[in-house]
């Protein structure tokens, strides 16, 4: 069962068409990405997913309902958690206080003390939001997503601006979300965060999906390079296998299919009868793929 099914969307401005024919399926309880560069459409497409913006045609469903119909976005909007790229909280509220008006929306919330415990904003319950940290302000706007216990949230940059352990926190907080059945919709321009998060990733440029699949998958159709090295000690570059960069004493190597060179090098060493000292292989990463993707004039259109 799909969490949300999009089919045949269009979105312009005017003569600028933003979302040209799209089509989307997010399974339920999944972890998906939409990433894209400035332009693509990727704000378009989530704030007609959320209701917060018309569409010109074709379908969208979101947990069984269209977005677009108000009696169905009344309802929407008691199942559906949203954290924003900007925060956008009340300054002179307390955390404890804006969370529990918060929580009077809703039929079974998640206890306030509980999130206060799980986002680590204790400390600063009772102070007002004006004078708490930007890190805090954030794990503030994710707590008042979470306590209708949402089965969709949507993530806008959730950890931007917040220090590595408290990212790491948070991450690990959606995973936790996710495993108790909540579907995620991530935009992030931290790939190592999609990365790590995302089950499914889109790849959206001039309003359309030019790739999609798990990040292992889009890492696979890109044509991103694995980067092998060693220290080359006494050998010249006319002594080692074709291709090296010499570089500080240590021989680059930058290879679509490392497979064939590193047989190549495991050859050479043993006829050489040398170690290869210091060897790494570093694979690509979603990040390599996704510069790699958007630069593929045959997927992008020449972006």
Request: net charge negative; charged share 20%; hydrophobic share 40%.
């Amino acid at each position: 069962m799909n969490a949300i099914t999009v089919e045949n969307l269009v979105k312009s401005y005017g003569t600028n068409l933003v979302l040209d024919d799209l089509a989307l399926e997010v399974p339920e309880g999944s972890i998906v990405s939409l990433l894209g560069p400035n332009g693509a459409g990727k704000t378009s497409l989530v704030e007609i997913l959320e209701g917060h913006r018309g569409r010109d045609s074709g379908l969208v469903s979101v947990c069984g309902l269209d977005p677009e119909v108000r009696k169905d976005f009344k309802i929407l909007r008691t199942q559906m958690g949203v954290v924003l790229q900007q925060t956008m909280l009340e300054p002179g509220i307390s955390s404890r206080d804006l969370l529990r008006r918060q929580a009077s929306y809703y039929a079974n919330p998640i206890p306030v003390h509980e999130l206060l415990g799980m986002l680590d904003l204790e400390e600063k319950a009772d102070a007002f939001v004006r004078t708490l940290s930007g890190g805090m302000r954030r794990r503030l706007d994710i707590a008042l997503a979470l306590i209708g216990r949402p089965r969709m949230l949507f993530l806008d940059e959730p950890t931007t601006g917040l220090d590595p352990l408290s990212r790491r926190k948070i991450r690990n907080l959606v995973k936790d979300v996710n495993r108790q059945g909540t579907t995620v919709v991530l935009t992030s321009h931290d790939l190592e965060e999609v990365q790590e998060l995302a089950q499914n990733v889109h790849v959206l440029a001039a309003g359309r999906f030019i790739a999609e699949g798990t990040p292992r998958e889009l890492i696979a159709q890109s044509t991103a390079e694995t980067v092998i090295e060693f220290l080359h000690g006494s050998f010249g570059i006319a002594e080692l296998p074709a291709g090296a960069k010499l570089v500080d004493g240590v021989a680059t190597y930058r290879t679509i299919d490392p497979e064939p060179l590193l047989a190549e090098l495991n050859a050479w060493s043993q006829l050489t009868g040398t170690t290869l000292r210091g060897l790494t292989v570093v694979p690509p990463s979603l990040d390599d793929a996704y510069v790699n993707l958007i630069h593929n004039p045959s997927y992008s259109g020449g972006i």
